[in-house]
């Protein structure tokens, strides 16, 4: 694709993506991303505009008065339960910056998006090198929930970042409606969870883990994210071939790659399968509010390298009890670290 090339310091108005966007919008990926964008549909105007049309995808786009896009947000699908979405893609063109466009299109975007889509919760990723994602989620009322350390590339990140090869993600949800349901999950989390409860206003059960180990098989939904290195693994059940299952896919999430699985806490074999993988050198990574709808999951984490938490930067308190409970967890994982993609 050819470089997107639009006058500096343009004005700019805030709307609603429409199909004659998506040429822009494919430009402007370009443009951040380079040829490292994790989803290819990105770099294709036709296969953007259809997947804007389906309903699975909402966007804001900042258009200059000639039409060009100059920035873009969005939210989309990311989960097994259909009505969360991820708030994502927030792209600004670098001779566009510094005039308040993210913060207008962030803000229109929560406004506007969740209530066209049906939303019954939002889910976000703030970068833990810089504070600006940080303060707008928590202007607009996304509550942290986890921490995914060294989870991106940092690449598109690199004009305003460290340098780093990776980045730290804070992860965030924001209810919407607040349905009842009950879990199961280890103990060494209660206190956190019951933290993150309150302040999400969530009304869950926790019940106590009983007998029952891993089944016979696995059932896994796998999501590989080739340009990022990170594979994501949600576990409807876990069985006696996880670690086995986990070994290949680290193995296909390379030397520099991150393994991210997230359990179902409303399944009886999560609780096995958790311990299963800290015995690995799994650590927690965050708890996912109505990740498969009826239930929220945990989410596990872990890379080749151990894990550094020395550079990761909070805008205000209120993640910390989650980044303290994923360094003592890691400290735990360290004791029973494995060999890398070996089964």
């Given at each position: 694709?050819?470089?997107?090339?639009?006058?500096?310091?343009?004005?700019?108005?805030?709307?609603?993506?429409?199909?004659?966007?998506?040429?822009?919008?494919?430009?402007?990926?370009?443009?951040?991303?380079?040829?490292?964008?994790?989803?290819?549909?990105?770099?294709?105007?036709?296969?953007?505009?259809?997947?804007?049309?389906s309903?699975?995808?909402?966007?804001?786009?900042?258009?200059?008065?000639?039409?060009?896009?100059?920035?873009?947000i969005?939210?989309?699908?990311?989960?097994?339960?259909?009505?969360?979405?991820?708030?994502?893609?927030?792209?600004?063109?670098?001779?566009?910056?510094?005039?308040?466009?993210?913060?207008?299109?962030?803000?229109?975007?929560?406004?506007?998006?969740?209530?066209?889509?049906?939303?019954?919760a939002?889910?976000?990723?703030?970068?833990?090198?810089?504070?600006?994602?940080q303060?707008?989620?928590?202007?607009?009322?996304?509550?942290?929930?986890?921490?995914?350390?060294?989870a991106?590339?940092?690449?598109?990140?690199?004009?305003?970042?460290?340098?780093?090869?990776?980045?730290?993600?804070?992860?965030?949800?924001?209810?919407?409606?607040?349905?009842?349901?009950?879990?199961?999950?280890?103990?060494?989390?209660?206190?956190?969870?019951?933290?993150?409860?309150?302040?999400?206003?969530?009304?869950?059960?926790?019940?106590?883990?009983?007998?029952?180990?891993?089944?016979?098989?696995?059932?896994?939904?796998?999501?590989?994210?080739?340009?990022?290195d990170?594979?994501?693994?949600?576990?409807?059940?876990?069985?006696?071939?996880?670690?086995?299952?986990?070994?290949?896919?680290?193995?296909?999430?390379?030397?520099?790659?991150?393994?991210?699985?997230?359990?179902?806490?409303?399944?009886?074999?999560?609780?096995?399968?958790?311990?299963?993988?800290?015995?690995?050198?799994?650590?927690?990574?965050?708890?996912?509010?109505?990740?498969?709808?009826?239930?929220?999951?945990?989410?596990?984490?872990?890379?080749?390298?151990?894990?550094?938490?020395?550079?990761?930067?909070?805008?205000?308190?209120?993640?910390?009890?989650?980044?303290?409970?994923?360094?003592?967890?890691?400290?735990?994982?360290?004791a029973?670290?494995?060999?890398?993609?070996?089964?």
């Open positions: 694709m050819h470089e997107y090339s639009v006058q500096a310091d343009q004005d700019y108005v805030v709307g609603l993506f429409e199909a004659c966007d998506a040429l822009g919008v494919s430009r402007l990926t370009c443009a951040i991303y380079g040829n490292d964008h994790p989803f290819n549909y990105v770099y294709d105007p036709a296969e953007v505009a259809r997947l804007f049309a309903g699975s995808q909402y966007a804001m786009v900042a258009r200059s008065p000639g039409g060009d896009v100059l920035g873009m969005g939210i989309y699908r990311c989960a097994p339960w259909p009505r969360l979405f991820e708030l994502a893609q927030l792209m600004i063109l670098p001779n566009q910056r510094g005039k308040g466009i993210a913060i207008d299109l962030w803000r229109r975007a929560m406004d506007t998006l969740p209530d066209m889509a049906g939303a019954g939002i889910f976000g990723e703030a970068v833990c090198t810089h504070m600006f994602s303060k707008m989620c928590q202007e607009t009322g996304m509550i942290p929930c986890g921490v995914i350390l060294d991106i590339p940092s690449k598109p990140y690199a004009t305003r970042d460290t340098g780093k090869a990776r980045t730290t993600l804070l992860l965030t949800t924001k209810p919407l409606e607040r349905h009842a349901c009950s879990v199961t999950l280890p103990p060494w989390c209660h206190a956190e969870y019951a933290a993150l409860c309150d302040a999400m206003s969530l009304q869950r059960t926790v019940l106590p883990c009983g007998p029952g180990g891993l089944a016979e098989q696995s059932i896994i939904e796998v999501v590989h994210y080739v340009q990022a990170c594979v994501k693994m949600l576990v409807q059940c876990a069985g006696n071939d996880l670690l086995q299952l986990v070994a290949e896919k680290e193995r296909a999430a390379g030397e520099p790659g991150i393994v991210q699985v997230v359990f179902n806490l409303s399944e009886a074999t999560s609780p096995a399968g958790i311990e299963a993988l800290k015995e690995r050198g799994y650590f927690f990574g965050g708890f996912l509010p109505f990740w498969f709808g009826d239930s929220d999951g945990l989410l596990l984490q872990r890379r080749k390298e151990q894990p550094f938490f020395g550079d990761i930067k909070l805008q205000n308190e209120a993640p910390s009890y989650l980044v303290a409970l994923a360094r003592q967890d890691a400290a735990v994982a360290s029973h670290w494995k060999d890398w993609g070996v089964g």
